[in-house]
């Protein structure tokens, strides 16, 4: 089944839509996302990581992308799901990699001897975007240590921007899910049961 899985990247929502279904990575339901908004659809964006000969040959194709950024020094990620991204996005590009985790105050911070010198140009990557949240945490804690943007990179990328926090974002794939506030869902969504996918606690 492996080999059978597509790799060629998409050019636009219903090629994404058909990339992430033959992965079983999009499904629809009730989903409260880590931003706190309301959705019809989640990105189980453990689907495509366990893929990781797939996952590098989309990555690689976006390596020129992603070198058109300028120097990087430092691949970041978020602990738990950024952490193989940010591994495979490193291996592309030959730059040292490290992530954040969260610590008893819910709080990303380097650990395990990981640093960030004065300086150097930190390429923040994650799996899959909407609101851009975790990634403001990573940015403050770069700027704290001296170091510099250089960009970002997301495997999914559900923001519709080509820059988040401002910074020029490159991706694997772009698809615009709506969301809702919790105070003005459809009625479609009212009446499904919520459930609160991923790992991150807003």
Do not use: W
């Amino acid at each position: 089944m492996q080999n059978s899985l597509p790799t060629k990247l998409p050019v636009n929502d219903d090629e994404t839509k058909q990339l992430l279904a033959a992965y079983g990575a999009l499904v629809e339901g009730h989903f409260k996302l880590a931003s706190g908004r309301h959705s019809g659809h989640f990105v189980k964006k453990g689907q495509l990581i366990q893929y990781p000969a797939q996952l590098q040959k989309m990555i690689e194709q976006k390596v020129d992308a992603l070198r058109g950024l300028g120097q990087i020094d430092v691949v970041l990620s978020p602990a738990v799901g950024g952490i193989p991204v940010g591994q495979q996005v490193g291996l592309a590009l030959d730059a040292r990699t490290i992530y954040a985790e969260r610590n008893p105050n819910n709080e990303l911070e380097l650990k395990r001897g990981f640093e960030i010198k004065p300086g150097e140009r930190v390429l923040m990557v994650e799996d899959v975007i909407t609101t851009g949240g975790t990634l403001e945490e990573l940015e403050l804690f770069v700027k704290a240590n001296g170091g510099e943007v250089a960009g970002v990179f997301v495997v999914v990328n559900r923001s519709g921007r080509d820059e988040i926090l401002g910074h020029p974002a490159v991706s694997c794939m772009d698809i615009v899910l709506p969301t809702y506030a919790a105070d003005d869902l459809p009625a479609e969504l009212e009446v499904i049961p919520v459930e609160r996918p991923g790992t991150k606690r807003s």
